[in-house]
């Protein structure tokens, strides 16, 4: 299964349907997740397909195709199972701040011809022009951003596979921020681009300049996805087995702002896994407990630790005098992990 989008060139009497529908869409999600809570207090779970059903009849009265209904009904659901598993929270409903943006259509659709689209309750839609993976469409949703509508689809083939330029074998630290240090001493920063646009998205976030920083998020949020792309297809291409140091966050790389790089690093691990498995390479994620603090060269626990340790860069071995870069020996130690030498074993 594999996702593309497109964004759609939409005329005033669309939107003006669509910005309808998401009103409504609204109301039915704050229902549904009102009912599940409250039901829940009473002892009352619901099943997944009864629950989906609940507004079997509603969909002709109130102009939206019933499947659409079971769509957001579903979404409600699905947090609301995750929440009494323990898993995440519970929903919020949706409002001015936490604005319902997407519309789900569970039916299969047509595959576009030129640049047309016929979406299931709305007739056809034109969109930008844009190369669309071949398969059948699953599903779809739409979905109101900062700069436009733009048309999700799921689509049922397999990830192109990326063409194979060398076989080597690399770990990767992950840093505090956005940098990536690679265990053949390389480290991969987020370009100065993304720096400035990220200060101007404060600047408009302290002036409430709500609009402006809106689109700003979008466009990071962009640049970051395109960075991941090339980074891992670059990175795929290059190496047969690929390590990644993921966190299990504690106190201290909490409070120094680990746990914000690690949610920016989730992307990219997605995409290296998935870019792995269709190219036929391995990817391995360890645990980076003590990678930092352990030499890789005499395997001897002497590195910086703790709190006092963040501030080192560089810093010699005390057993066998080497001197190492601290993140590129971290990422050394990731590559070791992965390949079957556990640090634990060593001490
Ligand atoms: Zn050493």
């Not at 929440?83 to 595959?111: A, E, Q, T, W």
Request: glycine letters at 6%; a positive charge; one cysteine or more.
């Amino acid at each position: 299964m594999i996702q593309a989008q497109v964004k759609l060139r939409i005329n005033p009497k669309q939107e003006a349907i669509l910005i309808s529908w998401l009103i409504m869409l609204k109301c039915v999600w704050n229902w549904a997740v009102r009912k599940i809570e409250l039901d829940a207090k009473d002892g009352r779970f619901h099943k997944k397909q009864q629950f989906q059903n609940l507004l079997a009849d509603h969909g002709k009265r109130m102009g939206v195709p019933s499947h659409t209904l079971q769509g957001i009904l579903l979404m409600a659901w699905e947090p609301w199972d995750r929440c009494f598993k323990k898993i995440s929270k519970r929903p919020r409903l949706k409002g001015v701040r936490n604005k319902l943006n997407s519309i789900p259509f569970p039916d299969p659709i047509k595959y576009p011809i030129n640049q047309r689209i016929k979406i299931p309750g709305l007739g056809i839609f034109r969109f930008h022009k844009q190369e669309i993976p071949e398969g059948k469409i699953k599903c779809g949703r739409i979905v109101k951003r900062a700069s436009g509508w733009y048309l999700c689809l799921f689509i049922e083939a397999d990830a192109k596979a990326v063409p194979a330029k060398a076989n080597g074998k690399i770990g990767i630290d992950p840093g505090y921020k956005n940098t990536l240090t690679l265990s053949n001493g390389e480290t991969i920063s987020m370009p100065k681009e993304f720096q400035k646009r990220q200060e101007r998205l404060a600047q408009s976030q302290k002036g409430h300049r709500k609009n402006l920083s809106a689109r700003l998020h979008e466009r990071i949020k962009n640049t970051r996805k395109d960075n991941n792309h090339k980074l891992s297809r670059r990175l795929v291409a290059e190496n047969s087995c690929i390590v990644f140091s993921k966190d299990n966050i504690s106190g201290i790389a909490k409070s120094y702002g680990k746990s914000v790089a690690e949610a920016g690093h989730h992307q990219l691990r997605q995409m290296l896994s998935y870019k792995c498995t269709a190219s036929g390479r391995k990817y391995v994620e360890v645990d980076s407990k003590f990678s930092t603090m352990t030499c890789s060269h005499c395997l001897a626990r002497t590195g910086p630790t703790g709190k006092a340790g963040l501030s080192v860069r560089q810093w010699e071995c005390t057993e066998c005098r080497t001197s190492h870069d601290r993140d590129q020996n971290a990422a050394i130690n990731t590559l070791i992990a992965g390949l079957g030498t556990s640090l634990e074993k060593v001490a």
